[in-house]
């Protein structure tokens, strides 16, 4: 197929439209987020939610037996909550430092969860539920309700963040000044990870499990590089995220059997990549060209007398 | 008669099972400007963050002009550790001074024209309103902590509570901060700095607390700080070169300063 072809499709063909749409709005909503998550150094709990889903889509699949995406992400959600909560009850009631405690969740969760899946497929109806698509994400299962189901959820996620924008800055720059002034931060900070479960649970049916975290963090480690105001770097860590998603949605669509996950996170590195080279004031390779020209300009000052 | 602005009674703090405070008491009258001084881990921080409600004491309590902190936020503002946050977060100088607005500000108000006004003022009187469009990463640390302080200042607060603003500060950022201090007491406010610099309590603070978990002694500097409450806050580890007379003890504060006190 050929690029002309392939923007034609997206615009026309009604699965290609609909897979587009999809991969855009996940990376919209899981860059923006993805930002805060990892500005507070979260990184590795948006990591162990995403794999913490897979035991709540199976067991949604088990209990209802239906193959309706809203009841897997409904189990998703309950179980990236119930992750969140161990791993803070874990971290409070025992001497176990919390990225020990993130790793236990994540590997008992996801653990659990490959054994339900292994057990699941041997259920006939279950093969064609295709819960396996979750682990690497199949874009191609995506329908229209499914998208509108995910732009209101995301819509209602991007919203309260703008909402609480002030209260969320405040919070993830200086926890206890915002204390201080009398904000509730634990509040808040269960809303603002409530907000990143939303986001990790409306990507997982296009980018699965396994990968999820990539499109938290690495739109924002890109995003970082071009800017140093929180709200370009929110903003643009969703376009780099929505890019992306778009394109690699796009290229998995253009190749047979391609799961979506693997090449959406090959693009989003791709971005990440040439920010952390290029990028103005942060890039490596201007970084070293400066260096080099002041070295330089050093030593003629130098030999001159 | 002075009233207390600030009041500890009998507080104790445990972080797990490991005691921090122990049933300290502790009264800053009015108009005072304090020094808290004592080792590393004596529980300085621990004494600042529990007066602002920010850890939970086992027992005791803290109160501000009478009445706990929660019912008196809008008096007290709060300069904490420098070290406590990212500085390569990515926000402008004049952004973060703004913070000190948003109390006051409440919930989901933006801050406007009124709060940029009042965070170019406190900037201009920690001498940093060149500085106001920097990101804060590039800040040098005697910047970042006037920066912090600035945030204070718009908090327009009765009571000030500062964890060691002198902290890897140059000699010109610590006489500027001094003479902030003495400006704000000057003003009738309180104003508590926990201080590592021996040798500068009695040039630049008029009272004094001394902790090591327990409360060793607090008061005037005049009264209280004295050679044998130095030796009972930082105990053996301080080499006392000789006497009794105040300006011979100096000799002794040079002395525990240049002694590990760990
Ligand atoms: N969040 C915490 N959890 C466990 N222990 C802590 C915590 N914060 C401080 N501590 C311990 O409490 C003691 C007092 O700490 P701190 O109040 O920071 O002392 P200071 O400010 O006087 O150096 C130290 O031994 C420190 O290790
Ligand atoms: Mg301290």
Redesign the interface.
């Known amino acids: 197929m050929d690029i002309g072809q392939l923007f034609h499709n997206l615009f026309f063909d009604y699965t290609l439209r609909t897979v587009a749409l999809g991969a855009a709005l996940l990376g919209v909503v899981s860059g923006a987020l993805g930002a805060f998550a990892v500005?507070r150094r979260q990184s590795l709990l948006g990591d162990a939610i995403s794999h913490a889903a897979l035991p709540g889509i199976v067991i949604a699949f088990l209990l209802t037996r239906s193959r309706e995406p809203v009841v897997f992400l409904l189990g998703a959600l309950a179980a990236g909550w119930a992750a969140t909560l161990s791993i803070a009850a874990i971290t409070r009631t025992t001497?176990i430092k919390d990225d020990s405690a993130l790793g236990l969740v994540l590997s008992i969760f996801f653990g659990f969860g490959l054994m339900l899946l292994t057990f699941a497929q041997k259920l006939s109806d279950a093969r064609q539920a295709g819960l396996d698509k979750f682990l690497f994400g199949q874009a191609a299962t995506l329908l229209q309700s499914d998208v509108v189901a995910m732009a209101a959820v995301g819509a209602l996620a991007l919203g309260t963040t703008l909402?609480?924008?002030?209260?969320f800055?405040?919070l993830?720059?200086?926890a206890?000044?915002?204390?201080?002034?009398?904000?509730p931060v634990r509040t808040l900070d269960v809303l603002l990870t409530t907000l990143l479960v939303v986001a990790i649970v409306i990507g997982l049916q296009t980018v699965g499990v396994v990968l999820m975290s990539a499109m938290l963090v690495a739109p924002a480690a890109a995003a970082?590089q071009w800017?140093?105001?929180?709200e370009?770097?929110v903003g643009l860590s969703g376009l780099f995220g929505a890019l992306a998603g778009v394109s690699g949605a796009l290229i998995s669509s253009a190749m047979e059997k391609t799961p979506t996950g693997p090449v959406i996170v090959l693009c989003i590195s791709a971005l990440v990549l040439v920010s952390l080279l290029f990028a103005p004031a942060r890039g490596i390779v201007w970084r070293w060209l400066r260096n080099l020209r002041n070295r330089r300009r050093v030593r003629t000052a130098h030999l001159r007398p | 008669m002075t009233t207390t602005a600030v009041e500890v009674r009998d507080l104790t703090v445990a972080y797990k099972d490991k005691p921090v405070l122990w049933s300290v008491d502790m009264q800053a009258p009015s108009g005072a400007l304090m020094a808290i001084v004592g080792p590393n881990g004596a529980g300085k921080t621990t004494l600042i963050k529990a007066i602002l409600g920010l850890v939970r004491p086992l027992a005791g309590q803290a109160l501000i002009y009478g009445k706990p902190y929660s019912k008196q936020r809008h008096l007290v503002a709060y300069v904490p550790q420098r070290s406590s946050v990212d500085w390569d977060f990515p926000t402008s100088v004049l952004d973060v001074v703004m913070m000190g607005r948003y109390g006051a500000l409440g919930w989901l108000k933006r801050p406007g024209s009124a709060e940029r006004r009042a965070a170019l003022d406190a900037l201009d009187k920690v001498g940093m309103v060149d500085f106001a469009e920097r990101q804060i990463g590039q800040l040098s640390g005697g910047q970042q902590q006037r920066v912090f302080l600035a945030r204070a200042l718009v908090q327009n607060a009765e009571v000030y509570l500062m964890d060691e603003p002198f902290q890897g500060v140059d000699a010109t950022t610590e006489r500027a901060i001094v003479r902030l201090l003495q400006e704000l007491r000057s003003q009738g406010k309180t104003v508590l700095v926990v201080h590592h610099d021996l040798q500068t309590v009695p040039e630049y603070f008029d009272w004094v607390m001394m902790l090591n978990v327990r409360r060793i002694a607090c008061g005037p500097v005049s009264e209280v700080f004295t050679e044998q409450s130095l030796r009972a806050t930082y105990g053996g580890k301080i080499a006392f070169l000789n006497g009794d007379g105040v300006g011979e003890i100096q000799d002794g504060y040079r002395t525990a300063l240049s002694q590990p006190v760990l």
């Open positions: 500005l001497r909402l609480f924008w002030k209260e800055k405040l993830t720059f200086d206890d000044y915002a204390a201080s002034l009398g904000y970082r800017t140093n105001r929180l370009t770097m």
